[in-house]
């Protein structure tokens, strides 16, 4: 099993930058393909991106060119570097964890609060 803790969250104006960390605790981090997901008032979540390695990435059409997602296998831990933010991007923003080897499972962090205003 592996247990997700997001941190990195908080109040930034528009147009600012917040990174996003989830630190994972267990081994075998590299089967997992980690993603941030993001859960708006009144709305239903959404992906934001997921990396498997550097070269295998994806992101949603919003953030494309203003997010990056990283991962440190070492430390077990991914992050979600967000500039240019936008009040659009206030939502509860979730660290996941989809296991691709032999069979799939999927853990979710406790999220953290992101809120762009001014």
């Known amino acids: 099993q592996v247990q997700l803790v997001e941190s990195g969250g908080g109040l930034v104006q528009p147009g600012g930058s917040l990174r996003l960390s989830c630190a994972a605790s267990g081994s075998s981090f590299g089967i997992y393909r980690m993603g941030w997901y993001r859960q708006a008032p009144g709305k239903q979540r959404e992906l934001v991106a997921t990396i498997m390695s550097e070269a295998d990435t994806n992101y949603a059409d919003s953030v494309k060119g203003r997010f990056t997602i990283s991962r440190d296998n070492a430390k077990n831990t991914v992050y979600l570097q967000m500039s240019s933010l936008k009040p659009e991007d206030t939502a509860v923003y979730y660290c996941?964890?989809?296991?691709?080897?032999?069979?799939?499972?999927?853990?979710w962090g406790q999220g953290t609060q992101v809120t762009v205003s001014s």
């Open positions: 996941n964890a989809r296991r691709v080897v032999f069979v799939e499972r999927n853990y």
